[in-house]
């Protein structure tokens, strides 16, 4: 009886762990490729794969479980980049010449990505580009180093202009996964900045896979 128990006991703790398991299915179609293997690494540990697949034509289907949804790296013929896995059915377009995941199907981190990016465009590149008319017309008129002093209080403006529009982005979306993932190439240059950002993540985002690996480059 003891016996039947145990196994009724182990089976459940089994079901669990495996319930609470992140799995999914990426599809690939990949131009100016040919044939090679897929491999998907942790972003802490660039040697061993934790899902390997072939590519055939451009083609191919990754498919398995991970501990939970999140950043990881995908090699795709020997062409590694960043990729935020939080699908279940996904499909990824995609040049291997110039790879990028804004056409990547069924994830809901490229639809912050791409709002972000815009929000990048209009409180960063459209400040700096408007400074650089000036700045160039500062040069063409020989103002040497007065240029190279304005361009560099633009481009610092500008600067500061883009992490107050994320940090409000943070404030309102404090529960989206890619989030913390954007701010890790922000933390770089403005740790004391990051820090406030982080504050504003949810406890369920600070706890994800993203948010831990911002709270280790905050530290």
């Not at 599809?27 to 072939?54: F, H, M, Q, W």
């Not at 069924?106 to 400074?131: I, P």
Request: glycine letters at 6%; proline letters at 3%.
């Amino acid at each position: 009886m003891k016996q039947v128990v145990l196994f009724i006991l182990l089976s459940i703790m089994a079901h669990a762990a495996s319930a609470q398991k992140y799995s999914f299915t990426l599809k690939g179609d990949i131009i100016n490729v040919k044939d090679g293997k897929v491999c998907l690494y942790s972003p802490v540990d660039s040697v061993r794969a934790l899902l390997t697949t072939e590519m055939k034509d451009g083609l191919f289907t990754l498919a398995g479980e991970l501990d939970e949804p999140g950043l990881y790296t995908l090699d795709v013929a020997g062409t590694r980049f960043a990729i935020v896995l939080d699908g279940r059915e996904m499909m990824l377009y995609g040049d291997y010449l110039e790879p990028d995941t804004k056409l990547l199907k069924g994830s809901d981190a490229v639809k912050t990505r791409l709002a972000l990016d815009q929000l990048h465009y209009e409180s960063f590149d459209m400040v700096v580009n408007e400074g650089l008319g000036k700045y160039y017309e500062m040069i063409e008129n020989e103002q040497i180093e007065e240029a190279e002093g304005f361009i560099g209080q633009v481009i610092r403006d500008a600067s500061a202009n883009w992490r107050t529009h994320l940090l409000e982005f943070v404030k309102t979306h404090p529960d989206d996964l890619y989030v913390p993932v954007r701010l890790m190439e922000e933390v770089k240059k403005a740790s004391e900045w990051g820090k406030k950002a982080y504050e504003a993540l949810t406890p369920k985002i600070q706890a994800s896979q993203p948010g831990r690996l911002l709270k280790e480059m905050l530290k």
